[in-house]
Nanobody, 119 residues
Framework: QVQLVESGGGLVQAGGSLRLSCAAS????????MAWYRQAPGKQRVLVAV???????NYADSVKGRFTISRDNAKNTVYLQMNSLKPEDTAVYYC?????????????WGQGTLVTVSS
């Protein structure tokens, strides 16, 4: 069984920073893409940032220049450094990954971590 465990959410004032972490555990052979999504109250879940196994990144326009996604393949962990936070960044942030287990690709989601940005 594969699990993604997020940490690092919390309450921060506008203009502040937070760093989210997501660690994958279980019988993982390899990890392909890793990503962060977020879901604001009453809205759909949307992609925030994604990083390939080779380190290529892509960001939603709303976070470009403020957020940075990175990964530590040795630790099966992905990070999201969030700077210059705005109230509209308030959401539950979910980690997502495509992992290979026993020759099969599986999409796995974390449980989510709440980020609240006060004005």
């Amino acid at each position: 069984q594969v699990q993604l465990v997020e940490s690092g959410g919390g309450l921060v004032q506008a203009g502040g920073s937070l760093r989210l972490s997501c660690a994958a555990s279980g019988s993982i052979f390899s990890i392909n893409g890793m990503a962060w999504y977020r879901q604001a109250p009453g809205k759909q879940r949307v992609l925030v940032a994604v990083i390939s196994s080779g380190g290529r990144t892509n960001y939603a326009d709303s976070v470009k220049g403020r957020f940075t996604i990175s990964r530590d393949n040795a630790k099966n962990t992905v990070y999201l450094q969030m700077n210059s936070l705005k109230p509209e960044d308030t959401a539950v942030y979910y980690c997502n990954s495509v992992v290979v287990v026993q020759g099969k690709s599986l999409e796995v989601w974390g449980q989510g971590t709440l980020v609240t940005v006060s004005s």
